[in-house]
């Protein structure tokens, strides 16, 4: 200290005294490197996970935070009275990236995301409940969050679904398994907020062409999670320019949760069976049903219902109601296991023909009701 006050005097000391007391106060809120303190300061080093390409099964009690990064959930706020489905908004700001983000209600897994944002709907019984999120990053931290909520009545379900604009599409594989399926990759385009063809004044357009015969393209939207509702009706309204182009049109729906998937797809196969197909999740195959379908009029909307429910580990086909026609379908099948995505969401596909002949498809009035 003497040599430096000979050197710099009293007022430049100080003044470098209160450079260090900052630093060191700044060094204890960012950490080294510009990480959190609470991370950069792990007492703990953590194991990051084997294999970034695999979705894990939830642990159920949700992990602990492990030198936890910032996470927050910004609605509903704590202690709230809500209606289900809650939409649940929550930010992780992870110091790597992200892994799985995952949101538990009463400690089971419901909702699953590769995102570092959660903006979703859970679907939750009346009463008391407690949401907790947890996010893992690619370097084995862990942060959590959670709510009390108190549920006081139940909504529909999504409405006008085909406004939000958190659609995700893909052609014949990704991430080099397959998706849609088909000969090749189609060329397709989604358009929002369409007042015209439209309902309501606000459709939205989903158009396909390509050079691929046989090409397809499969548009899906994660709607949010729950385990506490087992009967969908998927009711919607869609309009062909082309009627007699697509090879088939495809309408599914969902559920994840507890390491199973039920999904409810179906299928209008206009050139090869003739029949409405369902999809049978475990063998992964189609298999027509006793219903007709045949190329619908161009340029005329068109009201779809099906009436859907989970039973124990089997997905049930109850109805299906296609141009004012009612069809008592009733035809059960198992569930897919060893799914470890949590989700709700719906599905819409289009199928090329031979000649992969352009067409657009308008949804309007989508919903998905659930209880």
Same mark, same amino acid.
């Given at each position: 200290?003497?040599?430096?006050?000979?050197?710099?005097?009293?007022?430049?000391?100080?003044?470098?005294?209160?450079?260090?007391?900052?630093?060191?106060?700044?060094?204890?809120?960012?950490?080294?490197?510009?990480?959190?303190?609470?991370?950069?300061?792990?007492?703990?080093?953590?194991?990051?996970?084997?294999?970034?390409?695999?979705?894990?099964?939830?642990?159920?009690?949700?992990?602990?935070?492990?030198?936890?990064?910032?996470?927050?959930?910004?609605?509903?706020?704590?202690?709230?009275?809500?209606?289900?489905?809650?939409?649940?908004?929550?930010?992780?700001?992870?110091?790597?990236?992200?892994?799985?983000?995952?949101?538990?209600?009463?400690?089971? &897994?419901?909702?699953?995301?590769?995102?570092?944002?959660?903006?979703?709907?859970?679907?939750?019984?009346?009463?008391?409940?407690?949401?907790?999120?947890?996010?893992?990053?690619?370097?084995?931290?862990?942060?959590?969050?959670? $709510?009390?909520?108190?549920?006081?009545?139940?909504?529909?379900?999504?409405?006008? $679904?085909?406004?939000?604009?958190?659609?995700?599409?893909?052609?014949?594989?990704?991430?080099?398994?397959?998706?849609?399926?088909?000969?090749?990759?189609?060329?397709?385009?989604?358009?929002?907020?369409?007042?015209?063809?439209?309902?309501?004044?606000?459709?939205?357009?989903?158009?396909?062409?390509?050079?691929?015969?046989?090409?397809?393209?499969?548009?899906?939207?994660?709607?949010?999670?729950?385990?506490?509702?087992?009967?969908?009706?998927?009711?919607?309204?869609?309009?062909?320019?082309?009627?007699?182009?697509?090879?088939?049109?495809?309408?599914?729906?969902?559920?994840?949760?507890?390491?199973?998937?039920?999904?409810?797809?179906?299928?209008?196969?206009?050139?090869?069976?003739?029949?409405?197909?369902?999809?049978?999740?475990?063998?992964?195959?189609?298999?027509?049903?006793?219903?007709?379908?045949?190329?619908?009029?161009?340029?005329?909307?068109?009201?779809?219902?099906?009436?859907?429910?989970?039973?124990?580990?089997?997905?049930?086909?109850?109805?299906?109601?296609?141009?004012?026609?009612?069809?008592?379908?009733?035809?059960?099948?198992?569930?897919?296991?060893?799914?470890?995505?949590?989700?709700?969401?719906? &599905?819409?596909?289009?199928?090329?023909?031979?000649?992969?002949?352009?067409?657009?498809?308008?949804?309007?009035?989508?919903?998905?009701?659930?209880?």
């Amino acid at each position: 200290m003497r040599s430096i006050l000979r050197r710099f005097g009293a007022q430049h000391v100080a003044l470098i005294v209160v450079v260090v007391i900052l630093a060191g106060l700044l060094l204890g809120f960012a950490g080294c490197q510009g990480l959190p303190s609470n991370v950069a300061n792990c007492a703990v080093t953590p194991t990051p996970p084997a294999d970034l390409t695999v979705v894990p099964p939830a642990p159920e009690p949700p992990s602990p935070a492990l030198c936890g990064f910032p996470l927050t959930i910004s609605s509903p706020t704590t202690g709230a009275s809500v209606n289900s489905p809650v939409p649940l908004m929550a930010t992780a700001t992870p110091p790597d990236p992200i892994y799985t983000v995952r949101v538990y209600v009463d400690g089971q &897994a419901v909702l699953y995301t590769p995102n570092t944002t959660v903006n979703q709907l859970l679907w939750m019984a009346n009463g008391q409940h407690t949401v907790e999120v947890v996010a893992e990053d690619t370097a084995g931290y862990i942060a959590t969050s959670s $709510i009390q909520l108190n549920v006081i009545g139940q909504e529909p379900g999504a409405l006008n $679904i085909q406004d939000q604009n958190t659609w995700v599409s893909c052609s014949a594989t990704i991430s080099n398994s397959t998706c849609a399926a088909g000969l090749g990759t189609a060329t397709s385009t989604l358009t929002l907020h369409q007042s015209s063809p439209s309902l309501d004044g606000s459709a939205a357009k989903f158009s396909i062409a390509g050079n691929h015969p046989y090409s397809n393209e499969l548009y899906w939207i994660p709607l949010g999670g729950g385990n506490s509702v087992s009967h969908f009706t998927y009711d919607l309204w869609f309009y062909v320019d082309q009627g007699d182009a697509p090879q088939s049109l495809e309408f599914d729906v969902n559920q994840a949760f507890g390491g199973t998937r039920w999904t409810w797809g179906s299928q209008c196969d206009f050139d090869q069976t003739h029949h409405w197909n369902v999809w049978d999740p475990l063998h992964e195959v189609w298999v027509p049903i006793p219903v007709p379908c045949d190329h619908f009029p161009s340029n005329t909307w068109i009201h779809l219902i099906w009436t859907l429910e989970r039973v124990g580990n089997q997905v049930h086909y109850m109805t299906l109601n296609v141009a004012d026609q009612t069809y008592n379908v009733d035809t059960y099948f198992t569930a897919q296991p060893n799914w470890y995505q949590e989700e709700i969401d719906i &599905a819409f596909q289009m199928d090329g023909n031979y000649k992969q002949q352009p067409f657009s498809v308008w949804l309007d009035e989508v919903n998905l009701l659930a209880n």
